[in-house]
């Protein structure tokens, strides 16, 4: 007959620890509203972390200390990972404890009191406005993939979407009539960005002489279709950017994201407000649109140069 002491109840199993990273991914899925790329990345943080505590014959979420996530944190940061990768494990780590103390699986959260890990952000890279004319003038708009094409990068330009947002629009998340496209972007949260008048031309010239073709009879609520009526993937889009990118003389490999910078730069050059360029980019918190104000400086910077009685020597 087996025991029923601590010792026997309480055994360190594997198991254990795969069962709250299942239950957390439920937990994930069915109330924060995540997108499946955030879930996915947070689960996979979580993992890590869960591996790490197995190799240190941790295999109870009880025994866990502050210093083991130090440690983990160290190790990550030992094994290459950038200052900003090592704060967003540190968040993962931070949303699976609190939902363990909600869970009552823990009295406290050994998270709270860590630090996070320094960041240094470098200045988001972005092109001036010759180069986003010189990679929009890249494809071929005799061809309905490049009028695909061109329209992708022109609104993608002129919103300042991310790519997930973009591949996955609906045609229904349009509105050329009053010159809007509504995103449902990070956190299931929905915004409504402005379209200027040579991304909504794009777009309708896309609709009315491409998009049949590329479906070929075939239907999709989908608005910038590939293969058999399916959208394109991140990553397919972000080998198409590159390859208008190379064609068009640019440099540097291209980001989706960088036409996103750019969207932002270029608007706080021409004189926009951090608010409104936050509301747009669909940034939870204004610290996050404030890498841009090195834009901002600048700008007022020239201003102050060309305008201040006192601002050049006599």
């Known amino acids: 007959m087996k025991s029923n002491s601590p010792s026997n109840t309480t055994r360190a199993t594997p198991k254990h620890l795969q069962h709250l990273q299942e239950g957390f991914l439920a937990f994930l899925s069915a109330e924060k509203g995540l997108s499946i790329r955030s879930t996915q990345a ?112 022109t609104v993608l330009y002129a919103a300042g979407l991310r790519v997930s947002e973009l591949v996955s629009l609906h045609t229904a998340q349009l509105d050329l009539t ?23 031309s794009a777009v309708q ?32 889009f972000w080998k198409l950017l590159r390859d208008y990118a190379q064609q068009a003389g640019l440099e540097k490999p291209i980001s989706p994201h960088q036409l996103r910078h750019s969207f932002a730069t270029h608007l706080l050059e021409g004189g926009a407000d951090l608010r409104s360029v936050q509301a747009m980019l669909g940034h939870a918190h204004l610290s996050t649109t404030e890498i841009y104000t090195h834009v901002d400086r600048a700008r007022l910077r020239r201003a102050y140069d060309n305008y201040h009685p006192r601002s050049h020597s006599s």
């Open 42 to 153: 947070y689960v996979a943080d979580v993992k890590r972390f869960l591996l790490f505590l197995q190799k240190c014959k941790i295999h109870r979420i009880c025994q866990v200390s502050q210093q083991h996530i130090n440690n983990h944190l160290v190790q990550l940061h030992q094994q290459g990972l950038s200052t900003r990768s090592c704060n967003r494990h540190l968040s993962a780590l931070k949303q699976f404890f609190s939902w363990l103390v909600r869970q009552e699986q823990l009295p406290t959260n050994p998270v709270q009191f860590v630090d996070r890990p320094r960041c240094v952000s470098g200045l988001p890279h972005f092109l001036t406005l010759q180069q986003v004319e010189q990679l929009l003038a890249a494809p071929n708009q005799a061809q309905a993939k490049g009028l695909r094409d061109y329209a992708m990068m």
């Open 205 to 236: 010239t896309f609709i009315q002489e491409a998009r049949a073709q590329l479906l070929d009879g075939r239907n999709s609520p989908y608005l910038f279709v590939g293969r058999q009526g399916k959208p394109l993937s991140r990553q397919a």
């Open 178 to 200: 009053r010159g809007f496209v509504t995103v449902r972007g990070k956190g299931n949260k929905q915004r409504c960005v402005p379209l200027g008048q040579q991304a909504m």
